[in-house]
């Protein structure tokens, strides 16, 4: 089945520098990798995938991931942080689409602090 | 745009209760998902719909029964609650399955007494 590890439970960055928060993924055939994040008491709000095609993927609020096959990895970038991107963030795998595979695993979060 | 809708958001039930929860995904969504959260936890998968019918399952305990309207909305019936149950309840929905995003709603915060 699949998953993902998100290695660091918290980031702390510097409002203006750029952020990494790290994913790297386990499945079976091609991936589709998701990042969400979470603010406090709220749902978890898609920011962006990848499906195909190019490595790099942009999304929300200037965020931007890329995918390294021979890593294994997915990984969130940011080039300037700002104190409002402060929250948690999840990374997310599905396997190919098969019978049953609805099943999408998220990985442990990762608490990312941006300090001005 | 319309988002996915929960309710309620918030409830409190004493152990060995029933609850039932709803989801009402985005429209023209046809997928819908059930995830648990609990506190300082990632989500965990639940149970998922397409066009009414299960079609997938993950570590949603017996207790638990889920199912899919004609209207797409969703029920999660829980019973026999227990503490352990404590948790906040994420549906989210689709447009289809596989590599489409899964939009998420608010949440409903169960607290089991």
């Known amino acids: 089945a699949q998953s993902v590890a998100q290695p660091e439970d918290q980031v702390n960055v510097a409002e203006g520098n750029p952020l990494t928060v790290k994913c790297t993924y386990s499945?079976?055939?091609?991936?589709?990798l998701f990042w969400y994040v979470q603010y406090p008491n709220r749902g978890l709000q898609f920011l962006l995938k990848?499906?195909?095609?190019?490595?790099l993927v942009k999304g929300s609020y200037g965020f931007e991931a890329e995918f390294n096959k021979s890593q294994t990895s997915f990984h969130l970038k940011k080039p300037s942080a700002l104190v409002s991107d402060s929250a948690l963030y999840f990374c997310?795998?599905?396997?190919?689409?098969?019978?049953?595979?609805?099943?999408?695993?998220f990985g442990a979060g990762t608490r990312l602090t941006v300090k001005p | 745009a319309a988002g996915v809708i929960q309710s309620p958001r918030h409830l409190i039930k004493e152990k060995r209760e029933t609850a039932t929860l709803k989801c009402y995904p985005i429209?023209?969504?046809?997928?819908v998902y059930w995830y648990q959260q609990g506190p300082g936890q990632d989500p965990q998968f639940l149970i998922s719909?397409?066009?009414?019918?299960?079609?997938d399952k993950g570590s949603i305990p017996d207790r638990f029964s889920a199912q899919q309207f004609s209207d797409y909305h969703s029920e999660l019936n829980m019973s026999s609650l227990e503490l352990g149950d404590s948790a906040l309840y994420f549906c989210?929905?689709?447009?289809?399955?596989?590599?489409?995003?899964?939009?998420f709603g608010q949440g409903t915060r169960l607290t089991v007494v």
């Open positions: 499945v079976s055939g091609n991936p589709y």
């Open positions: 990848y499906i195909t095609g190019d490595n």
């Open positions: 997310a795998v599905r396997g190919p689409p098969t019978y049953n595979n609805n099943d999408m695993r």
């Open positions: 719909f397409y066009e009414k019918m299960q079609s």
């Open positions: 429209p023209r969504h046809d997928t």
């Open positions: 989210a929905s689709s447009m289809g399955q596989g590599n489409t995003e899964a939009f």
